[in-house]
């Protein structure tokens, strides 16, 4: 649409802007390790997909009451990079969105028990501020819950 072409070079030219290098989750991540070994910050999604492409592996857990696919990369590259993992959240306030980084979440390298801690923080932020998420129009089964499309 013509809308959705705005927002693509917006996108684009906001990005380009940025003093950070951006990296693609689909191919070789040892740049991403590299950075964490230097001290630098990695962000990466936690709360679904990028381009509605899913990237990486999954668990599923419950997340305001339905099978949702918890991301396991977030936690996996913090382990790896013997980083701490912290959420980020944006949120909108008067004409501008301010981005707050939360507390850590528990990181142990076991991928069931770290996707859990980030599904249930999903939950709870979801349930305390819905209208900051982006992603709902893909939460029905298929997108990011399981289940037929």
Do not use: N
């Amino acid at each position: 649409s013509r809308i959705g072409a705005w927002a693509t070079r917006t996108r684009s030219r906001l990005e380009a802007r940025l003093p950070a290098t951006l990296h693609d989750g689909r191919t070789y991540l040892r740049a991403c390790l590299r950075a964490l070994a230097r001290g630098e910050i990695v962000l990466t999604a936690g709360d679904g997909t990028g381009g509605g492409v899913e990237l990486g592996r999954r668990v599923t857990l419950p997340v305001l009451g339905h099978p949702f696919r918890v991301p396991v990369f977030p936690s996996w590259l913090a382990h790896r990079g013997g980083a701490r993992l912290h959420t980020l959240t944006c949120t909108p306030e008067g004409s501008r969105h301010v981005a707050r980084i939360g507390p850590a979440l528990p990181v142990t390298g076991d991928e069931a028990q770290d996707a859990r801690a980030l599904a249930a923080w999903l939950d709870l932020t979801l349930r305390t501020h819905p209208g900051d998420w982006l992603l709902w129009d893909a939460f029905e089964p298929g997108p990011l819950l399981e289940g037929p499309a």
